[in-house]
């Protein structure tokens, strides 16, 4: 998968490296399809997926709006039931 941050091309490969190489290595994935069957199985509900569009909306306004925001990773909020 290839993706875009800051207009410079960012691979897969390259974010695990880089995460790696700062002590926070990724551990796991999780297709944006898949969270919630995976997050109900450990008791969470109520589930909102926070995809990379969803926070260049939010958040990219005025002078950010052109940025480029990597599409690799999303972020899932979720209640323990």
């Known amino acids: 998968m290839?993706?875009?941050v800051d207009g410079s091309p960012?691979?897969?490969?390259?974010?695990l490296d880089y995460a790696a190489g700062q002590s926070?290595?990724?551990l796991f994935g999780i297709e944006d399809e898949a969270?919630?069957?995976?997050l109900t199985k450990l008791c969470f509900?109520?589930?909102?997926?926070v995809t990379s569009d969803d926070c260049k909306r939010a958040y990219f306004h005025?002078?950010?709006k052109?940025?480029?925001?990597c599409s690799l990773l999303s972020?899932?909020?979720?209640?323990v039931e």
């Not at 969270?35 to 995976?38: G, I, L």
């Not at 509900?45 to 997926?49: D, L, P, V």
């Not at 972020?75 to 209640?79: D, I, N, Q």
């Open 45 to 49: 509900s109520w589930f909102q997926n």
């Open 62 to 64: 005025e002078v950010n």
């Open 2 to 4: 290839m993706s875009q």
């Open 75 to 79: 972020f899932v909020h979720a209640v």
């Open 35 to 38: 969270a919630e069957a995976f």
């Open 66 to 69: 052109d940025r480029s925001v």
């Open 10 to 15: 960012v691979t897969e490969k390259n974010m």
């Open 24 to 26: 926070e290595p990724f």
